[in-house]
């Protein structure tokens, strides 16, 4: 008798634990096991686009599902960002970021969304930041576009993919630690920002966006701001060689999800996209953006957030300069 109720008493519960753990980890194995939405908050055909697609088609191969990569630009990301909060957190709707969503925007704007709401799962590339002038601007090098500037105060535009970009902060940076004036005209993307300077609309950007056209003799190549040269552009000295050390921004591009995200899915994608980022062809394709190819770890990208946040805030600080809402 007692055998017996010992048996009918834990029977269910085994049963109950045998059945739950496969299920627990199929869940783990099939995942994404379903249509991936992939929102990008900056207008087609940017760099954040283009590695959107990119990792898209990885994953495409990797589970075949379904990628939907959908541009959502707008009030400073805000826009891409109610977006993925509306939807599950289940994992599978992703977002393309820039360190400015964690470590500008903040300072910046009055947003309607914390960084704390969203949780880096990759980091896909980082980016050097160069400064390009239309070649109507009569100077070779850093100093003489400084000594060009101070000459022609207010006269030189310098166009960037929007406020609170880092394209935008070095400007600004420049204007402050040169002792010249230059007028800012924000794009919505770096796209447009581009367009305008090649068009001579702006004499001035910011951003690796303009290596191919320095390239082909369209804009000229001033500086690489930090200490380290490009090898896409050899011939470009940096701000440290050209007498203006400590002025190099870091520029990164990433994946977020929503940090109601179970930490297993957040884990599981970390794994999946750093195996897409490792692969040859995917490697020679972020390099021919003008990108550094990147793999880390979520304790890397928590690291990276966490310093970003300290120097880009004091930078705002020390600028003294505001985006009030974000447009």
Same mark, same amino acid.
Request: with cysteine; net charge positive; charged share 20%.
């Given at each position: 008798m007692?055998?017996?109720?010992?048996?009918?008493?834990?029977?269910?519960?085994?049963a109950?634990?045998?059945?739950?753990a496969?299920? /627990?980890?199929?869940?783990?194995?099939d995942f994404?096991s379903?249509?991936?939405?992939?929102?990008v908050? %900056?207008?087609?055909g940017?760099?954040?686009?283009?590695?959107?697609?990119l990792?898209?088609?990885?994953?495409?191969?990797?589970?075949?599902?379904? $990628?939907?990569?959908?541009?959502?630009?707008?009030?400073?990301?805000?826009?891409?960002?109610?977006?993925?909060?509306?939807a599950p957190?289940?994992?599978h /709707?992703?977002?393309? $970021?820039?360190n400015?969503h964690?470590?500008?925007?903040?300072?910046?704007?009055?947003?309607?969304?914390?960084?704390?709401?969203?949780?880096?799962?990759?980091?896909?590339?980082?980016?050097?930041?160069?400064?390009f002038?239309?070649?109507?601007?009569?100077?070779a090098?850093?100093?003489? %576009?400084?000594?060009?500037?101070?000459?022609n105060?207010g006269?030189?535009?310098?166009g960037? *993919?929007?406020?609170?970009?880092?394209?935008? &902060?070095?400007?600004e940076?420049?204007?402050?630690?040169?002792?010249?004036?230059?007028?800012h005209v924000?794009y919505?993307?770096?796209?447009?920002?581009?367009?305008?300077?090649?068009?001579n609309? /702006?004499q001035?950007? %910011?951003?690796?966006?303009?290596?191919?056209?320095a390239?082909a003799?369209? &804009?000229? *190549?001033?500086?690489?701001?930090?200490?380290k040269?490009?090898?896409?552009?050899?011939? *470009?000295?940096?701000?440290?060689?050209?007498g203006?050390?400590n002025?190099g921004?870091?520029?990164?591009h990433?994946i $977020?999800?929503?940090?109601?995200t179970?930490?297993?899915?957040?884990?599981?994608?970390?794994?999946?996209?750093?195996?897409?980022l490792?692969?040859?062809?995917v490697?020679e394709?972020?390099?021919?953006?003008?990108l550094e190819?990147?793999?880390?770890?979520?304790?890397?990208l928590?690291?990276?957030?966490? $310093?970003?946040?300290?120097? %880009?805030?004091?930078?705002?600080?020390?600028?003294?300069?505001?985006?009030?809402?974000?447009?």
């Amino acid at each position: 008798m007692t055998r017996t109720r010992r048996r009918l008493v834990f029977a269910p519960f085994a049963a109950a634990a045998v059945s739950l753990a496969p299920r /627990t980890y199929a869940q783990a194995d099939d995942f994404p096991s379903r249509q991936v939405n992939y929102i990008v908050p %900056f207008a087609a055909g940017g760099l954040s686009d283009i590695l959107a697609r990119l990792v898209a088609e990885g994953i495409r191969r990797q589970h075949g599902q379904n $990628v939907i990569v959908e541009a959502r630009p707008g009030a400073a990301g805000t826009v891409a960002i109610e977006a993925l909060k509306r939807a599950p957190a289940d994992g599978h /709707t992703l977002l393309a $970021v820039n360190n400015g969503h964690f470590a500008v925007s903040p300072f910046f704007y009055k947003l309607s969304w914390d960084p704390s709401e969203i949780t880096p799962i990759a980091l896909t590339g980082d980016a050097y930041m160069a400064m390009f002038v239309h070649p109507s601007v009569p100077a070779a090098d850093l100093k003489e %576009f400084v000594a060009h500037a101070r000459a022609n105060p207010g006269r030189l535009n310098f166009g960037t *993919a929007g406020l609170g970009t880092v394209g935008h &902060l070095s400007g600004e940076y420049l204007q402050k630690r040169a002792g010249v004036t230059m007028t800012h005209v924000p794009y919505k993307g770096s796209p447009a920002a581009l367009q305008a300077c090649l068009a001579n609309e /702006t004499q001035v950007f %910011f951003g690796p966006e303009g290596a191919e056209s320095a390239i082909a003799g369209k &804009l000229r *190549a001033l500086a690489i701001l930090g200490p380290k040269r490009w090898a896409k552009l050899p011939a *470009a000295a940096t701000t440290d060689e050209q007498g203006m050390p400590n002025w190099g921004p870091r520029s990164w591009h990433g994946i $977020v999800v929503s940090s109601k995200t179970p930490g297993e899915l957040v884990a599981k994608w970390n794994r999946t996209i750093n195996r897409i980022l490792a692969e040859p062809a995917v490697i020679e394709k972020i390099l021919a953006q003008g990108l550094e190819p990147a793999q880390a770890s979520l304790a890397d990208l928590a690291e990276r957030v966490r $310093v970003d946040r300290a120097n %880009f805030g004091q930078l705002i600080r020390e600028l003294g300069i505001t985006g009030g809402e974000p447009r």
